[in-house]
């Protein structure tokens, strides 16, 4: 996968690296592993701890995607670094955002 980001069936997952507890809250470049997996780096000043991390990174995507925070879901990865967001809505219009959005990145 070269793009953070893909169709499924209940909407678009997004593939997330949190770095909690930086200097600024912002979206960060790609963050390519190992596996050759692709995740959208973010960094949060909030602390990983009782979901306020989770949360701060719900409000910065929301913010520099133009999505509401309403249509996005932590479907995994709610202790760890890397997380799985599903965002629901018009899926061919999320995709031409994250599309946008992404090309900066690439």
């Known amino acids: 996968m070269n793009e953070p980001y893909e169709l499924c069936g209940a909407g678009v997952k997004l593939l997330v690296r949190l770095s909690p507890g930086s200097s600024a809250n912002r979206m960060d470049g790609l963050y390519h592993q190992a596996d050759g997996a692709c995740r959208l780096r973010v960094k949060v000043t909030a602390v990983p701890e009782k979901g306020k991390a989770n949360k701060a990174l719900t409000k910065v995507l929301s913010k520099k995607l133009k999505i509401p ?38």
């Open 69 to 106: 925070a309403r249509d996005m879901e932590l479907i995994s990865g709610q202790t760890d670094r890397n997380k799985t967001i599903l965002i629901t809505g018009n899926a061919d219009q999320v995709m031409s955002e994250l599309k946008l959005r992404f090309a900066e990145f690439s």
